[in-house]
């Protein structure tokens, strides 16, 4: 069975395609499109389609669109209530719910060759269970998701056994544990829908005074569901617009509504726990991107191991949608083979690129060995190897790479993005070192979803990418799975004594991550990078010409 999954009603708009119950690829539209999130969640883009993303996809292999069995649709509007029985009063969702019935009739338009009546609706948080549950190793797990809205509801309790999903609770709108955060990451002068993981990094600069005043308004209600009542931010803290500079107020209140999502999500947790006793715990939906609540939950929880899609915001429905499908229509589904679903391209390729560009660069006799050096000695890399990630991680595919034992590199950094000061960078490290320096988030961690403590004794030697809580958000790096990105480790460590780089995602603020070696150039020759490793190549930066007096 061939099944391209399409997610597209709010925001990442994404496809996917899986066959024979293989994932194949998967890709974002903003990596194409170069626009950033896609398109911005409003009811007037609901029709926008994933066009670049979905034909890419079917490129990839080699499949016309009359050949797909199915299209997936990770929303049902049939399902979906209106502004008032929702109690959002958001009368856009008119327009959304017809943008999505007519979706058939677009994706033909955009697919010349599908077949109308191939395509079939799946419940936005069927889409979101499946890309954990059927994505992941085990077939047989407890799935929770959250995110701020689907159809009906924000919320999605259940177990997979053999791949088939069993729900045993949902929320109801208009409580929703996502729009919570997203309200307050536009009381803080944020994007909403784009910037609620600045929310999460402020929190660490404050503490929880104000859980008190929020644990009424913010709970669960210990039948597998929670309530979030409206919340008057100002109360606590000024709203910022803008640019604002925020205040410790702002930071507590972050800190505050952070602890009482981490609280509640371990009350729905445990109550799932008790009605599966599954082992592994699996999550999807925007907030499992909430790497901070993701530890309290493997930490506190009772689940022995917890898998958070690495893809977990909207754009990974298209892959859940794809695969609920899939099963569906009758094939065994595998896990996904890891986040490089993206663009690729052969040697020859990038070499041509390079060639028509008319830039300098060279081959030399080890890529990762030179990188290496080149960090060694204090300079930033962009690193662009292998097909790119699905997911807003860079993961050793599309990265910026910097020396961690500087604390200037941080300030640094994040210059060198466009980005707050107050935003952290991560770690990439060795999977067999990584004990030795970070304690209590789960390791493995190849998807740089948790946060784990950095040890006492390495915090003055990796300052870089130690938060100001003691924290880091790694990535292990295990040989089999990266043996270019474990090697350029083994030689930085050889010459500094750290198993461990700078790994950040390489673009800069407000652009998408970058995915062809267009854009690669085009970073690079806009950022203060000192070397790109483009596949065996590198550009290094041109000295600068002194100015005449």
């Known amino acids: 069975m061939k099944v391209l999954g399409i997610n597209a009603i709010y925001h990442d708009p994404a496809a996917a395609l899986v066959v024979d119950g293989r994932v194949v690829a998967a890709a974002e539209e903003e990596r194409f499109s170069r626009r950033k999130h896609g398109k911005r969640p409003l009811p007037w883009s609901a029709w926008e389609l994933p066009e670049l993303s979905a034909a890419w996809c079917l490129a990839e292999a080699g499949i016309s669109p009359d050949e797909l069995d199915a299209v997936a649709y990770s929303f ?58 059927l994505a992941a190793p085990e077939s047989s797990n407890s799935v929770l998701v959250l995110d701020g809205r689907g159809e009906a509801h924000s919320h999605l309790a259940g177990r997979y056994v053999d791949g088939q999903l069993e729900v045993l609770a949902g929320q109801a709108l208009p409580h929703s544990l996502g729009l919570l955060y997203e309200d307050l990451t536009d009381h803080l002068g944020f994007l909403r829908s784009s910037d609620e993981f600045k929310v999460m990094a402020m929190a660490s600069f404050g503490k929880p005074r104000f859980v008190g005043e929020l644990a009424q308004a913010v709970r669960a209600t210990g039948d597998g569901g929670f309530r979030t009542e409206k919340v008057d931010f100002a109360e606590f803290a000024p709203r910022l617009r803008a640019g604002d500079e925020w205040t410790q ?10 602890q009482r999502l981490e609280d509640v999500l371990l009350d729905l947790v445990r109550w799932l726990h008790a009605r599966t006793g599954d082992q592994v715990l699996t999550l999807a939906g925007g907030t499992a991107l909430n790497c901070v609540a993701n530890t309290r939950i493997a930490a506190e929880g009772p689940f022995d191991e917890v898998w958070v899609q690495p893809a977990a915001g909207d754009a990974g429905t298209a892959l859940g949608g794809a695969l609920h499908v899939a099963r569906a229509l009758g094939d065994v589904t595998q896990p996904m083979p890891g986040a490089d679903l993206g663009r690729g391209w052969s040697d020859e390729e990038i070499e041509a690129v390079l060639v028509t560009a008319s830039v300098d660069y060279e081959r030399p006799r080890d890529v990762a060995d030179t990188v290496a050096e080149t960090l060694a000695s204090n300079g930033i890399v962009a690193w662009f190897q292998g097909r790119s990630e699905f997911g807003p991680r860079a993961l050793g595919h599309r990265s910026l790479l910097a020396h961690p034992g500087y604390e200037a590199n941080l300030e640094r950094m994040n210059d060198v993005k466009g980005r707050e000061q107050f935003r952290p960078v991560a770690p990439m490290v060795l999977l067999e070192r ?19 403590d950095v040890a006492p004794e390495w915090r003055d030697r990796i300052p870089t990418v130690t938060h100001v809580d003691g924290t880091a958000r790694i990535q292990t790096v295990d040989r089999a799975d990266e043996p270019l990105v474990a090697r350029m480790l083994e030689c930085f460590e050889r010459r500094t004594g750290l198993p461990i780089v700078v790994n950040t995602s390489l673009n800069t603020a407000g652009r998408p991550m970058v995915d062809d070696p267009r854009d690669a150039l085009e970073c690079f020759g806009s950022a203060p990078v000192d070397l790109l490793a483009i596949g065996p190549f590198v550009v290094r930066r041109p000295k600068a010409t002194p100015r005449p007096a």
Do not use: C, N, W
């Open 76 to 133: 049902d509007p049939a399902l979906m209530s209106t502004p008032e029985q929702s109690g959002l009063f958001d009368d856009g969702d008119v327009m959304r719910k017809m943008y999505a019935e007519k979706a058939p009739s677009f994706l033909a338009h955009a697919l010349p060759g599908l077949a109308e009546e191939k395509v079939r609706y799946v419940q936005h948080h069927v889409a979101h269970a499946a890309s954990a549950g």
């Open 249 to 258: 107020d702002h930071a507590d209140l972050a800190a505050s509504v952070q």
């Open 434 to 452: 990584a004990p030795q320096i970070f304690s209590r988030g789960p390791i493995p961690s190849p998807y740089m979803l948790f946060v784990h």
